[in-house]
């Protein structure tokens, strides 16, 4: 059970394409969000569907591979544990975000074809 202390596993798409860094030292960081759907019936038996967004960072390989393959709308799955940071903005006030650390990314979908 200790593997389940932190993680997180979506499926959903793109809101953009990844942005791209590349730090000193040759390392890759992606950064892209991803929207969640969940489907539900309302008290008057309508079909709902509620849109969650996810700040998603990918490093190395991960990144790599998102830069190669991610395009806005493309539907994927991802693994990866939630981390909280703060930082200041440009007013100097303190900001709060969680993000999705990706360890794992899986293309769904349909293959493009050429």
Do not use: C
Request: proline share 1%; aromatic share 8%.
């Amino acid at each position: 059970m200790y593997a389940l202390r932190n993680k997180v596993q979506l499926i959903g798409n793109l809101g953009n394409a990844p942005e791209v860094k590349t730090l000193d030292g040759g390392k890759k960081m992606a950064r892209f969000s991803m929207a969640t759907n969940e489907t539900y019936r309302d008290r008057a038996g309508r079909k709902e569907t509620e849109t969650t967004w996810h700040n998603v960072v990918a490093w190395g390989k991960i990144a790599e591979l998102a830069e190669k393959y991610l395009t806005k709308g493309k539907e994927i799955a991802i693994e990866g544990k939630l981390v909280n940071r703060t930082y200041s903005d440009k007013d100097g006030i303190k900001r709060y975000i969680t993000e999705i650390v990706a360890n794992e990314l899986l293309l769904i979908g349909e293959k493009e074809r050429a």
